[in-house]
């Protein structure tokens, strides 16, 4: 079974700094997927970035870049330049073989002004 | 438009209640899923179908029951309420899975609060 760990519950950054969230997975797999989502107050499940394990290349989008160590099944996501609308639950996700998607445990950011 | 829509997005009821949630996806995607996220945001999946046909069903009481008339939708009845019932519920669907991962991206409903009293 595929599990993944989200050390920091809680983490808070400064607006305009950068802030990285960690997440390490663990799967039998050799060929899976890694997600961060992003829930704001509103609740709905939004998608940030996201990795093929095959790809040496670590996945950007904007401000959001991710650390994706296959080795050390490690998959950080880097936030820079935080901005108040970045405060939010942000949630580590493996997909692999046929297994439904697992997520970690969630880490809240909160972006201080 | 809305991709994947769930009602309601509030539901607050009595202990012992049947009540439904209903999603529909206009993605034209293949599989579809609940999930519920705890009091402690835990995000876990209950269900997943694909073309109408029940694929995980995860250790769910026998309580929850989905349904899927066709592709596009997937409902979730509830029998018998009880507070630990009380969560988000999170409607998803996804494309066939393929090697590319923009293929295997799960696309989420706005969620429904279910409120047991």
């Known amino acids: 079974a595929q599990t993944v760990t989200q050390s920091q519950p809680e983490m808070s950054v400064q607006e305009a700094e950068t802030v990285t969230l960690s997440c390490t997975y663990d799967?039998?797999?050799?060929?899976?997927?890694l997600f961060w989502y992003k829930q704001p107050p509103s609740r709905q499940m939004i998608l940030v970035i996201r990795q093929e394990a095959y790809k040496q290349q670590n996945a950007t989008e904007n401000r959001f870049s991710v650390n994706f160590q296959k080795a050390a099944k490690s998959f950080s996501l880097k936030i820079s330049d935080s901005q108040l609308g970045d405060t939010a639950m942000y949630f580590c996700a493996c997909l692999s073989g046929n297994t439904p998607l697992v997520f970690g445990k969630g880490t809240r950011l909160s972006v201080i002004a | 438009d809305t991709a994947v829509s769930q009602t309601p997005k509030y539901l607050v009821t009595q202990m012992g209640n049947d009540k439904s949630i209903k999603c529909e996806q206009n993605?034209?995607?293949?599989?579809m899923y609940w999930y519920k996220q705890d009091s402690k945001k835990f995000l876990k999946i209950m269900f997943s179908y694909n073309n109408k046909e029940l694929i995980i069903n995860e250790t769910v009481p026998n309580r929850f029951s989905p349904k899927s008339p066709d592709k596009a939708h997937l409902n979730l009845h509830i029998n018998s309420l009880e507070l630990g019932d009380s969560a988000v519920y999170f409607c998803a669907s996804s494309p066939p899975r393929r090697y590319s991962v923009s293929y295997n991206e799960q696309f989420f409903g706005p969620g429904t609060r279910l409120t047991v009293l």
């Open positions: 799967t039998s797999e050799s060929n899976y997927y």
């Open positions: 993605l034209g995607h293949d599989t």
